[in-house]
Nanobody, 120 residues
Framework: VQLQASGGGLVQAGGSLTLSCVASGSIFSDTPPGIMAWYRQSPGNERELVAEIDYYGRTNYADSVRGRFIISRSNSRNTVALQMDNLTPDDTAVYYC????????????YGRGTLVTVSS
């Protein structure tokens, strides 16, 4: 069971990045996540929800990113992506992919994280 995130890096303010995450393992294929999400954590702060998407494509965004970020997923490939536009230095953080399921089998899994640094 693994969530592998990629796409982080260094970008100037106003720039764009796209993060991708693949959920690999039979549990994800056999019993897909109800929710796939992106969280982030910057130094000295708690991990916070950035965006989440359910199996049917319904989305929820943090106020701070709404209108700038777009989350999408592929149920057939068990992937989730985060398109981030108009980035600001406040978006600098480690971004974590999350997959969770509330029905049996219940799981709540995080990936290792990918660093996004936005320079001013």
């Amino acid at each position: 069971v693994q969530l592998q995130a990629s796409g982080g890096g260094l970008v100037q303010a106003g720039g764009s990045l796209t993060l991708s995450c693949v959920a690999s393992g039979s549990i994800f294929s056999d019993t897909p996540p109800g929710i796939m999400a992106w969280y982030r954590q910057s130094p000295g702060n708690e991990r916070e929800l950035v965006a989440e998407i359910d199996y049917y494509g319904r989305t929820n965004y943090a106020d701070s990113v709404r209108g700038r970020f777009i989350i999408s997923r592929s149920n057939s490939r068990n992937t989730v992506a985060l398109q981030m536009d108009n980035l600001t230095p406040d978006d600098t953080a480690v971004y974590y992919c999350n997959a969770r399921r509330a029905n049996r089998p219940v799981y709540d899994v995080y990936g290792r994280g990918t660093l996004v640094t936005v320079s001013s």
